[in-house]
């Protein structure tokens, strides 16, 4: 049998992914892959400072050793990042890249790994445990019940509320919004645009607005690179560093100095150093079920809040708010936080900058296969990935707010038994720095309001049951406490 021919297997590669039923093209699959890729890269640096920088109960900082070791952390962080979205785009065909969870890293590493007695191998157990767990969850269907079960205002509600949680996580990271001095927050330094890294923000999100408004393609994208190039200019000249208590006008996180090499060879012996179920002897029986389970119940409700305001972006989602191939998706989904366990790098989730992509033209798992073999080859070209900063990223994560909000207008403000539950659904997301808070809220407050109107019945007993786990997951500070 000979070879197919290039058309032959550009056909064969579009009919898979439905590139053309999906109404886009290769050239916007490609670009939307590296969009997310861009938005979302900053994991590869900041998961490391996360996980990497604290040490366990024993001393001891990930990869063993009383000293951190970043490169590490960071090698082992894209290469697991770059497999899951793969698998993500291949067997799920959905434009959903996925990478180490944050909030998830952080409750592993400050509440988990930290404790008495516990080492980072037996914390990273806890997150393949809860893997496998919601994995099963998932080839039983319950997961997916549970998610079609959520009424179409609250999917609707938690899109916007991821949206207004990523312009806001955007407006931190870079600075434009800060704590202020006697205000909970301020713009900038006391109300002012006054340093180098403000202005590359703005200079990217005006570029990505006006490319926008004129409908050229590729506009987010092509803002991240004007905003990249400025940054190294400015880099270059003035000699800005990193921010600090002495350096305020610094860059917020990664310096886009001109690297002396583009290319470093990645270590990848961190992956595999776990201990399954030393934990429970560590911490006890009862306390290791409570972190696992509070691992879990973060994991289980992101991601569906996620996968349904990209689908929403991308137009996908089917009338009742259901992306296509939901199981698929949850499946990826769930192998990646028992991946990110095996790996040490903590549970691999969707992320929710996927909606950069989407808003840039990725319609399909292509988009995802590209972003996968961008992390992949940014284990090699770590020197190069730190050209781009948090300024000249975030704007994206501004203007996809933007879009995602737009849902709200589609809420039904009459009735306060929905708008409620939706209101405090999305103000919680950003104001609680947490999806799961927004989400756990929202369904609280939508029970309690359809039981003391007469309408509980109409209540599924999935809802039923996700809002009594998160009144349990809400209590899990004052239990753990009470065990000690």
């Known amino acids: 049998m000979s070879a197919p021919t290039r058309t032959g297997l550009i056909g064969r590669v579009d009919s898979f992914f439905e590139i053309t039923q999906r109404g886009s093209t290769f050239g916007q699959e490609i670009r939307g892959g590296f969009t997310t890729f861009f938005t979302m890269a900053y994991i590869v640096v900041l998961n490391p400072l996360i996980i990497g920088t604290v040490a366990d109960g024993e001393g001891n900082f990930l990869g063993g050793g009383t000293e951190p070791n970043i490169p590490l952390v960071a090698a082992a962080t894209a290469l697991v990042a770059g497999l899951m979205s793969i698998l993500m785009g291949v067997w799920a065909r959905f434009p959903l890249a996925m990478a180490a969870g944050l909030g998830i890293n952080a409750f592993l590493a400050y509440s988990i790994a930290s404790r008495a007695g516990m080492s980072w191998p037996e914390a990273m157990g806890f997150v393949v445990i809860e893997g496998a767990i919601i994995l099963v969850l998932v080839l039983t269907n319950f997961r997916k019940a549970v ?212 808003g840039d033209g990725a319609r399909t798992g292509l988009a995802s296969v590209v972003t996968g073999i961008a992390f992949l080859l940014s284990t090699f070209l770590t020197p190069l990935y730190a050209l781009v900063p948090f300024e000249a990223a975030t704007p994206v994560l501004v203007l996809v707010g933007f879009l995602m909000v737009s849902q709200v207008a589609d809420i039904d403000w009459k009735d306060y038994r929905i708008a409620i539950p939706a209101f405090l659904t999305f103000i919680l997301m950003p104001f609680g720095y947490s999806i799961s808070v927004g989400i756990g809220v929202g369904f609280i407050s939508y029970v309690l309001l359809q039981v003391i109107t007469g309408a509980g019945r109409k209540v599924h007993p999935l809802l039923w049951g996700a809002a009594g786990a998160f009144v349990l997951y809400f209590a899990l500070g004052p239990i753990m406490e009470a065990i000690g």
């Open 147 to 358: 998610f079609a079960a959520v009424p179409m205002f609250l999917k609707q509600a938690i899109a916007v509320g991821i949206g207004l949680f990523l312009a806001f996580i955007g407006l931190v990271d870079a600075g434009i919004v800060s704590t202020g001095a006697g205000t909970i927050t301020q713009f900038g330094d006391g109300g002012y645009i006054d340093t180098w890294p403000m202005i590359v923000f703005f200079v990217g999100l005006l570029t990505a607005i006006i490319l926008m408004v004129k409908k050229v393609r590729g506009a987010l994208l092509i803002s991240i690179i004007v905003a990249t190039v400025l940054a190294v200019i400015v880099e270059a000249v003035a000699g800005l560093g990193a921010t600090s208590a002495e350096n305020p006008g610094g860059w917020a996180l990664v310096v886009p100095a001109i690297p002396d090499s583009a290319v470093s060879a990645p270590d990848f012996s961190l992956i595999g150093q776990v201990d399954l179920f030393g934990g429970f002897a560590s911490v006890g029986f009862l306390t290791a079920l409570l972190l696992i389970f509070s691992l879990l119940i973060t994991d289980f409700f992101d991601t569906m809040g996620t996968m349904t305001a990209v689908g929403a972006e991308a137009k996908l989602n089917d009338e009742n708010g259901n992306p296509p191939r939901t199981q698929q998706i949850l499946i990826v989904d769930s192998i990646g936080a028992a991946a990110g366990g095996l790996g040490s790098v903590s549970s691999n989730t969707s992320y929710i900058e996927s909606a950069a992509g989407v």
